[in-house]
Structures are given as structure tokens and as C-alpha cells.
């Protein structure tokens, strides 16, 4: 009797789950299908903005990207995904500026990790959502980004120029006016019998190159100066203690 019991009980619970697996069925059976139809709708797919297929720079209207070459995303790259190669150029006031030559990435052995990304300090990186990305030889993973040429470097405009050349001839009156203060200094001790006095800016390199990096700004030149002079005071105590000393042994 307790088998016939049993018999019926485990064929009740048999079609109760029968019944609950035809109605999760029967629900599939209305809702929207999302099965997308690939390749033959390949140009209407929706892709999410966050997929991570490839790296790109970031390139404006003008065709300008904002890469300084500064190296910071391939040190991140913890598979060395990424080689920049760099060059010197000359600018308009004659100074030597570093520009991207070459910015090579594979794609091949990229993690997607996005370090390059977060890490750019001036925002010329980004992932594409592009996720065709199959190749039939590894070879063809490897790509420049920087795929357009590099624009020649701005000509100065009137005004860089009139203040470029302002300043150059405010140093050449300022270093002629130093020599012309040292000259009647050492004219003026000659005349008095007194030994021409030491300029410590004149023996000292370091104070010297000072002088000149502050580019006939009387400020400047007036810190540096009183900065040399304390130095000066401060040798002359020591010697003279050091004098004292060596007297009174």
C-alpha cells in the first residue's frame, strides 16, 4: 500500500514540475527576442559605449591630438603594449621641443585594462567600441596611431616677435651696463692706488650664470647681488675666526 503511495505522490510532483517548466516556456514564447542577426545587421547593431575594443588617440576637427609624447602610458602598460617614439623639434624662439613621432600599440597583447587611459595626463586616449577587430595574421594587430601628419609648428605672430626681440635687447643693455659699472669701479680704485676690488659674481660661475638667468630684471638682479654679498660677509666671519684661532694657539 505505501509503495502504490509513494508511486503516485513522486508522479504528482512529476507533472507539477512539468506544468512550471511549460510555463516558463510558454512565457520565451511571447517575450521580444534579442538574438541579434550578424553580419546582415551589422550596420543597425547597437554596441555599449564601455565595450573596450581598441586604443585611438583623441584627434580634434582640426586634426590635432592632444599626445605630448611624455611616455606615462607606456610605462603603465603592464604588457608593454605600447612604444612611443619621439623627436626634437626646433620652435619659433629657439628652443628645442619634444613632439610624438610614432605611437605604436598592439592591439594582440593588450588586457584592455584602461591604465593607459586614466593615467594620460592630458585626456589623448580612449577605447573604441569597434569590435570587429578579426585579423588573419598577427601582424596586422600592430598599428599606428598617429595616422595623420604632424602639422609644422606655428609661425611667431607680430607681437611674439616684437617681445622676443624687447627682451633680447633688455639684456644686451643690461649686460652692457654691468660693464660699464665694473669698468669705472676699477678705473676708480686704479686712480685712488686701492687694488681693484673682487666682484664675487665675476669669480664665481655659478653666480655668474645667475646673473644671466635673470635676464636684466633689476629685481632679480638685486636679490642675487644681496644674496652674494651675504655669502661674502659670511666667508669673510669665517676666515677671520679661523684667523683669531689660529693666532691665540
Known amino acids: 500500500m505505501g509503495s502504490v503511495k509513494d508511486y503516485f505522490s513522486s508522479l504528482g510532483k512529476g507533472v507539477a514540475s512539468l506544468v512550471k517548466g511549460l510555463e516558463v516556456t510558454g512565457k520565451e514564447f511571447v517575450t521580444p527576442k534579442i538574438t541579434e542577426r550578424y553580419p546582415e545587421d551589422r550596420d543597425n547593431m547597437h ?17 590635432n591630438h592632444r599626445c ?43 588586457t584592455f585594462c584602461q591604465l593607459c587611459v586614466v593615467t594620460c595626463p592630458t585626456n589623448a586616449l580612449q577605447f573604441s567600441n569597434d569590435f570587429e577587430q578579426a585579423v588573419f595574421t598577427r601582424s596586422k594587430l600592430v598599428k599606428k596611431l598617429n595616422y595623420l601628419p604632424e602639422k609644422p609648428e606655428p609661425k611667431p605672430t607680430p607681437e611674439q616677435i616684437a617681445k622676443m626681440e624687447a ?17 669705472a669701479a676699477t678705473q676708480g680704485d686704479a686712480a685712488a692706488g686701492r687694488p681693484a676690488a673682487k666682484d664675487p659674481a665675476a669669480t ?23 644674496a652674494l654679498e651675504k655669502a661674502a660677509k659670511l666667508k669673510a666671519e669665517r676666515e677671520a675666526a679661523k684667523a683669531g684661532g689660529d693666532a691665540a694657539k
Open 47 to 63: 554596441i555599449a559605449q564601455r565595450f573596450r575594443a581598441t586604443l585611438e588617440l583623441i584627434y580634434d576637427a582640426e586634426g
Open 68 to 110: 605630448i609624447a611624455c611616455g606615462t602610458c607606456e610605462r603603465n602598460c603592464p604588457n608593454g603594449t605600447i612604444t612611443i617614439e619621439s623627436k626634437m623639434v626646433d620652435t619659433w624662439d629657439g628652443k628645442k621641443k619634444k613632439k610624438l613621432d610614432r605611437y605604436v600599440y598592439d592591439l594582440g597583447s593588450c
Open 167 to 183: 627682451e633680447k635687447q633688455a639684456k644686451i643693455e643690461a649686460a652692457k651696463a654691468a660693464a660699464a659699472a665694473k669698468k
Open 204 to 226: 664665481d660661475d655659478k653666480a655668474a650664470k645667475a646673473l644671466a638667468a635673470a635676464g636684466g630684471d633689476p629685481e632679480k638682479e638685486a636679490k642675487i647681488k644681496a
